[in-house]
């Protein structure tokens, strides 16, 4: 016997179980056609069929791991593309909500009319609502800016950026209903927390010198924020600030 013939009975021999293992699940899979057909049938003799559905966020990603409830029954999880399935369901309106990590909360009535019914739902992002409120805030609507802020907030009342926009929002010079005592009791709270960020320390600055009138108050937080990052701008101003109240500069 040849070389050629000894690799093709090597070969033939290799796939043997394998093809017995393809036989054997191609059975079981006609099995469960035949099971999930059977099924089918079932529901439509009864009157209920399945639920289809798809849930994106507002990047057009799917969501995955969203909770989905049907009036108060959580009913369902979504996959990691976003997709889920409501099963035994029957015509009607239905309360649906549903929930997901850093997302805001959906809730909304549905109408399902037949079993070719596919829902496409959609949930906002921290990141989506902080677009908005960006987009708000430079069209100087301030009423919308805070809801779409209080929204985002309502998600991640910790998060940083969302808790200096507020401060932000209320300190806008252009508003008429400018703020800036309750902008300050913001700022102070996220010094209180740990939050040591320069954009904090100049925004103090800023109401210290214009708004209280406290020069030293206000050169005290342009030190603070040039120790975590230069700025030749910051130092000039706190260098003007110390030459007025005749404070030797600090070289450190």
């Known amino acids: 016997m040849n070389c050629v013939n000894r690799q093709e009975i090597s070969m033939r021999s290799l796939y043997r179980p394998f093809?017995?293992?393809?036989?054997?699940?191609?059975?079981?899979?006609?099995?469960?056609?035949?099971?999930?057909?059977?099924?089918?049938?079932?529901?439509?003799a009864d009157g209920t069929f399945p639920l289809y559905?798809?849930?994106?966020?507002?990047?057009?990603?799917?969501?995955?791991?969203?909770?989905?409830?049907?009036?108060?029954?959580?009913?369902?999880?979504?996959?990691?593309?976003?997709?889920?399935?409501?099963?035994?369901?029957?015509?009607?309106?239905y309360s649906l909500k549903a929930a997901a990590v850093g997302l805001e909360k959906l809730e909304q009535t549905i109408n399902v009319a037949d079993s070719g019914s596919v829902l496409y739902l959609h949930m906002v992002s921290v990141e989506g609502l902080y677009v908005d409120f960006l987009v708000a805030l430079q069209a100087g609507q301030w009423q919308?800016?805070?809801?779409?802020?209080?929204?985002?907030?309502?998600?991640?009342?910790?998060?940083?950026?969302?808790?200096y926009a507020e401060a932000?929002?209320?300190?806008?010079?252009?508003?008429?209903?400018r703020d800036w005592q309750r902008a300050e009791v913001l700022l102070e709270a996220l010094l209180a927390d740990g939050v040591h960020e320069s954009a904090v320390y100049l925004m103090l600055a800023d109401i210290a010198q214009y708004d209280r009138a406290d020069e030293a108050a206000a050169a005290a937080y342009l030190a603070s924020c040039l120790k975590l990052e230069y700025s030749a701008d910051v130092a000039a101003?706190?260098?003007?600030?110390?030459?007025?109240?005749?404070?030797?500069l600090d070289d450190e």
Not at 28 to 43: M, N, P, Q
Not at 73 to 78: I, M
Not at 168 to 177: F, G, S
Not at 237 to 248: D, E, F, K
């Open 19 to 44: 093809i017995r293992r393809l036989t054997v699940c191609m059975a079981l899979l006609v099995l469960l056609i035949t099971l999930v057909s059977c099924a089918g049938l079932k529901a439509r």
């Open 53 to 93: 559905g798809m849930i994106y966020d507002d990047r057009g990603r799917g969501v995955s791991d969203a909770e989905l409830y049907l009036g108060d029954d959580l009913v369902a999880f979504s996959d990691f593309n976003g997709r889920f399935v409501f099963n035994n369901i029957l015509p009607g309106e």
């Open 144 to 163: 919308a800016a805070g809801a779409t802020l209080q929204r985002a907030l309502a998600i991640d009342p910790e998060a940083f950026v969302l808790r």
């Open 168 to 177: 932000a929002l209320l300190y806008t010079a252009l508003r008429p209903d």
């Open 237 to 248: 101003r706190l260098a003007s600030l110390n030459a007025a109240a005749g404070t030797p």
